[in-house]
DNA sequence: CCTATACTTTGAACAGTGTTCAAATTATAG
DNA sequence: CTATAATTTGAACACTGTTCAAAGTATAGG
């Protein structure tokens, strides 16, 4: 394998500007993510980079691509955690190693869902794919609760928009997700309730008001799981 | 007034300079905001901007205490608007209006709530006040409603974490807002909530999956004041 | 009105950024 | 061992924020 050799070796360069990038973001936030800085630390000049990325902003969309699928590891492995419990304990879990895997990857959480290379703009075809995965631990784990009855719709939850049904429905059917318009519809409502925390307390907007940010996050999950619907205790 | 002219035009510089970076951000996103650039819009040289502000920072955070008090104006723009209409309308009209700020000033709202300028801190003495000035809006059409009894507490949401509460009480205290810890506590539920949507509308990650963000949007206000244990229909 | 003082603008320089490209070097394959 | 492919180099270009002394301009007092 005389092409597997070369191909092998390109890639292990590739991995190492990653983690270059990544411990730079680390230590300087987002906006340490220089091009020369990560070929100083990894003793290259900056042209060569050049040769394993086209340009930074194609590293930043490999970043953004492993930190998704990252993210999407964490939701997993705590579904496998809690895997003996109850679905509603497994929906909890997920929910919580949410907050849990942004708290401790800030510089990645930031870099997927804030706004913090300028001039960069992600392509969806690639980064897509990862959000999906992730999202779909947690409205899978929606649908089993549906389908077991642990969960019913209830009021104001219980009627969704026209418009919006239509679209999920376009979606499920287009995409083949096996997943019912209700279960995606109560994932994106309780994914954008927890994301609003999430992200004022990424820029430190909401530790001020509340002090214990996490003690808050878990209330909002348990009364956003009694809200929509859920018939057992947690 | 010889000093108040010196004075006077010295403003309206600084004022020139705010507009010519805004036109610049709307233009090329928050990224768009180079120091040079402004410079060459308004016919300057780099340097001689920093007779106005002390650094790009400085004028940065002019830029974010104007854009909180926008926010604020239009929130209690809405406010005054829905003036004769009921407590419940009023606060429905205020909370879309937060919204449609955060849409119609997009890079305005990145540049509060996002993580736009790497490397820059925002110093909180000089933006927490209009912070507060637009956030009271909300929390005090709150208060009125529970005072005047058509919102009252309901499960889940009738119990405030003891951590929270306490803390909640301590800032009230300290900073003698003349509303409730339980004002406090549902406005700020209320807040992350829609902020969440506005937040991954702003990025473009849920138009994708909900397609009439607008629609989702208002149907969560209501649902919200509806949970939070609204009386009266609206 | 004219000078002395304060304010403002200038221009050059420094250190940093992403990116391009031909040239030189190194490693691989026949 | 040589021909070929893969890499690394180094210089250059245009851009960024920032500093500072020098030059220019407007204002105030006599």
Redesign the interface.
Known sequence: MPKGRVEQRREGVREEIKQAARRLMAAH???GLSLRAIAREINMLPSGLYHYYGSLDELITALIVDAFNALADALEAARETAAGQSGAAMLLAVLEAYRRWAVDHPTDF?LI????I??YVAP?EIT?PP?IRGFSVIVGLIENLLQSGALEAV???DVI?P??E???QM?IARDGYPVSARA?FMG??G???????I??E??N??Q?????VE??YR??V??LL??LGLKTAI
Do not use: C, S
């Not at 869902?113 to 913090?116: A, I, L, S, T, V």
């Not at 994914?191 to 925390?197: E, K, M, S």
């Not at 001020?208 to 214990?212: E, N």
């Open positions: 936030g987002t906006a930031q869902y804030g706004n913090p300028p001039g969806r897509v959000v009021p104001p939850y928009p418009e919006i239509a679209h999920l979606l995606l994106v409502l994914w954008t309730q927890l994301h609003g925390i992200m004022l990424m820029f907007h909401i001020p008001v509340i002090g214990d003690t808050l209330a909002q348990v009364n009694k809200t």
